[in-house]
């Protein structure tokens, strides 16, 4: 089943108090001429972005070109001057804060991985399952058949199954940053969002970073910002490049690669 599409369902122990994620019409990130001011400088200048349920999107642009920003926007960390965003058709994100936010199901994953060093691989997945994110809270919690199932099954997806009763302090910083990865992937997001995963990779890492993703494409709404253009390249279904805090094109790889804007703002710099 596409896990993406399932609604918010009486089982969850949100349902009564969420609103409904509705894609049944639309994209599940929609962003219409969003702006935000720094005093008075725009770092999102009438910024209008859709995700469509299931994609991996990229976004790729020159520094200072309002990516942060936008990441920030939609998680609730930064309040635009104007705009719309939305979550879906019916959940209007600027009604709210930050922890309602990732509750919803908007996850963000930053640069830094932030793994429990001094627990295993396992019990790190384990205690992505809390709210309560208490390390004791976690070891004495009795874990369902099900439950255990998902952890099975996101170790398969991350590739560290065999990995899984080691302290997550001797992993390598490419397994650190898979392990956060699935540790978002236990909580079901319905949008993640991973900004610069493979900064500080090995070669090998980031081919395996890139298997990742691509695995759960279609089945995981996931917007990717990156600068490394031969990774974007190996993950790319659809590029968005934003420039000067506005979306200056999008399209395949090979679309924004001939885009003679591109090339000015961005490409002509990285290559
Ligand atoms: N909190 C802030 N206060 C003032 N200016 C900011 C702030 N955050 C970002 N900016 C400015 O907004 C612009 C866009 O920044 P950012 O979103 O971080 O770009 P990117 O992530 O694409 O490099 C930059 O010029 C940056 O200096
Ligand atoms: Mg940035």
Known sequence: ????????????????????????????????DVSVSFDGFKALNQLSLYITTGELRCLIGPNGAGKTTLMDVITGKTRPDSGAVFFGQRIDLLKLDEPAIAQAGICRKFQKPSVFEALTVFENLE???????????????????QQRERIDEVLTTIGLRKHSQHFAGILSHGQKQWLEIGMLLMQEPKVMLVDEPIAGMTQQEIERTAELLLSLQGQQTIVVVEHDMAFIRTIADKVTVLHEGAVLTEGTMDEIHKDPRVIQVYLGAAC
């Open 127 to 145: 205690l992505a399952l809390h709210t309560n994110k208490n390390p004791w809270h976690s070891l004495f919690f009795r874990l369902t058949p």
């Open 1 to 32: 089943m596409n896990r993406q599409l399932t609604q918010a369902s009486s089982a969850s122990p949100l349902a009564t108090h969420e609103p409904m994620l509705d894609t049944r019409h639309g994209p599940i990130l929609y962003l219409e």
